[in-house]
Each structure stands twice: as C-alpha cells, then as structure tokens.
C-alpha cells in the first residue's frame, strides 16, 4: 500500500476514480481523462474488487502512463474508495469522476483555470445525461436555486444562506474541489452510507466553502441505462435517504452551520422527501411516509418553521399531512376528498394537534374547528 502523500507542486489535479465492475465503459472514461488538455494530472483509480476486466483495463493503461496509479479494495462500496483516494491524492485540486461517464477534453482545464482565477474552494460544472438505452441526450433540470451562480459571479453561503444547498445538484463528479479545502475541514464520505453519499459530501463541503463558482459549460455526459434502472434503484435504496439527511444535519450542527442555514436545510430535506415519495410505488410510499410520520419529520424540525419559511405550498402540505396522519389514514382522507387547508394552516396548532392525536375524538374535534375540512361526497 502507499504512504500519504500530501501534495505535489507538479500535479495541478487529482482524479479519483472508484471503479467496480465498469469494464464495458471504463476504457473510454480512463481514456477521456488521460487524453485532457490539462496534462499535470494524476489518476488514481480505485479497483473497489471488481470480478470482470476492469483491473486488467487499468493496469494496461498504466503500463504506458505513469500518471495511472491504483488502488485496490475489496468491494468496500464507494464511500470508502473515494476516501482512500482523499488520502493519496497528491494534486493541488481533487475532482470525483465516475468510471462510466465520457468527458469533454477540456473538462479539467477549463475547471482548473477557473478555480485557480478566482481562489474558488468548490468549482462546478454544467453537465447532459446520456440516456444509452435511448442512445440520446437530454439536458438535465436545473436545481431550485441554481440562479446563484451567475455568469463569473463568485458565491458561498454567506451570500446565499438560505438557497446555498439547492444551489447544485448532489453528484460529486460535476466538482473541483481545492485538496487543501477538503483536509482543513476534515470533509470525507460517510462509510456507513452506500448509495447518496455523494449528496452527505456536497452538502457538508458546500456548506462550509468560501468560494464556490460554475462554469456554464457541459463538460461531463452522465450515464444512465434506462428508466427502469433508475426506479429499480430507489426501490431497492429509498429507506437510505432520509439516513442522508440526518447525517447532513449532524453535520451542519458539529459545524455550527445548521442555524444559519436551517431555512436552506428545511427546503432541502423537505423538498427531496417530497420528491422521492412521489417517485416510490404504493408499498414504497406507505414504508417511506411511515419512516417519516414515525420518526424523522419531527427530527428534521420540519414543525418548527413558519410556513412562510417553506418555499412551496405542495411540500407544506404534504409534510403536514405526514405529520398528522398515517399512511392509511392520508389515503382515506384523500378517498374522502377530506384535504387540510394548507392556506390557512397554523404551525403552532399543528404541533399541538399531533401532540393530542393519540386521543382521536380530541384530534378529530380539533381538526374540524382548526381546518376547512371538505364534506364527504355522500351522493
């Protein structure tokens, strides 16, 4: 194994490659990389126990450049091989690529001189998804509050302290990040987490960053099989994500970020909920919602806000929802046509509401004084 090397003032970027299994693409992502225009780089490519030729891909890339180094693992999932790379990366800027993707030959370049100009902490770029059993691209969806990264505009929380972690997406591989950055604040991927750990990573470095600015170029072309790999994903990992959003909130408290950005992190967590809800089938949705109304609204401090500090009505609701009923019974109050007035809906009364709903003659009494309860449609 090799020592730590802390920096080498000839290697301008370190690029950290977890690989598993990606012999069928990895040839051209290690090609695309070692073919940029940017040539102070070093790739570190992390062989994570990989049970078809993708170590033997490597290894002959490294036979005739001797910037390839590798690593090897025993399938200790992403987390963990993307922090062995931290640990060795010797470049004076860190970026995460993945091992199936293709990128533009001035990816590096061009995220390089752009950090480098503007003493950036976090450099990004814009980025088009590859749909291969399509065999077309389709440009993806900006975040909510992308609006912040204006053309040549320098950013950080201190500017934006309320839109800062919607600001980008959760990938880490559309990121430069400044190697000295990552270890002053001791940033690492969570071990515990294997699937959104990228997500844990950006919002606890975005969240402590200085600089952070995005170069309006596509640069990387994401990967994606099909539709059916991606809901064959979040059937099979939902259950980790609002794990991910406690551990961002840990996070943000160990740093003492959580209060000035407890309006970013409300929004963030609220709104992703949201939106994985309602991409889950029905027993997905009941197991998620249950998860949640059980347990992780309330550690959230979803009831804590105003509902001014919610930046859409539709997440307000359905949090309140989530908070006041179960599953089973949000699905019969909808049968019902029985829908809270969110317009009119008071937080401090909410609270005490689920507090009361034990006793559901109380809660049910509370609810028709408090809310404007549609009628059942008894005709």
């Known amino acids: ?20 299994n990606a012999g069928e693409y990895l040839h051209r992502a290690i090609s695309d990389v070692l073919g940029q225009s940017l040539r102070e780089i070093e790739l570190i490519c992390i062989d994570d126990g990989s049970t078809d030729n993708s170590l033997k891909i490597i290894k002959e890339f490294q036979e005739h450049d001797e910037r390839v180094r590798i690593v090897t693992e025993n399938n200790a999932g992403p987390s963990i091989a993307r922090n062995k790379g931290i640990v060795r990366a010797r470049g004076e800027y860190i970026i995460f690529l993945d091992a199936d993707d ?8 061009t995220l ?10 976090i450099a990004v770029t814009r980025f088009d998804i590859y749909n291969e059993s399509q065999d077309k691209f389709i440009a993806p969806t900006d975040e909510p509050h992308s609006h912040i990264f204006a053309p040549g505009i320098v950013t950080s929380k201190s500017q934006y302290p309320d839109q800062i972690l919607q600001s980008t997406t959760g990938y880490v591989w559309n990121k430069l990040f400044r190697t000295s950055f990552v270890r002053d604040k001791e940033l690492s991927f969570d071990p515990d987490l294997y699937v959104f750990e990228d997500v844990h990573f950006v919002c ?16 990387i072309h994401h990967r994606v099989y099909s539709e059916q790999s991606r809901a064959k994903l979040f059937r099979k990992y939902y259950s980790q994500v609002p794990v991910v959003y406690r551990k961002i909130k840990e996070f943000l408290m160990r740093h003492g970020m959580y209060i000035p950005l407890s309006k970013a992190y409300l929004n963030l967590s609220a709104g992703r909920c949201y939106k994985i809800y309602n991409l889950l089938w029905s027993e ?16 959230f401090g979803w009831f804590k806000h105003e509902k001014a500090d919610y930046e859409s009505l539709e997440v307000y609701e359905f949090i309140c929802n989530v908070g006041l009923y179960t599953h089973a019974e949000y699905l019969d109050r909808v049968d019902k046509e029985k829908t ?15 507090k009361d709903k034990q006793n559901s003659e109380k809660f049910m009494d509370a609810m028709n004084k408090i809310f404007k309860i549609k009628p059942i449609d008894e005709e």
């Open 1 to 20: 194994m090799e020592n730590e090397i802390i920096h080498n003032p000839d290697i301008k970027v370190s690029v950290i490659m977890p690989i598993y």
């Open 102 to 109: 293709f990128y533009e030959p001035s990816l590096l370049a």
């Open 112 to 121: 390089y001189e752009t950090a480098t100009r503007d003493s950036l902490d």
């Open 204 to 219: 606890s470095a975005i969240s402590l960053a200085e600089r952070v600015a995005r170069v309006d170029d596509v640069l």
């Open 284 to 299: 997905g949705k009941e197991s998620f919602w249950s998860m949640l109304h059980t347990e992780f609204a309330e550690e």
């Open 340 to 354: 809270l007035d969110v317009e009119n809906m008071d937080n401090e009364k909410l609270v005490k509401l689920m």
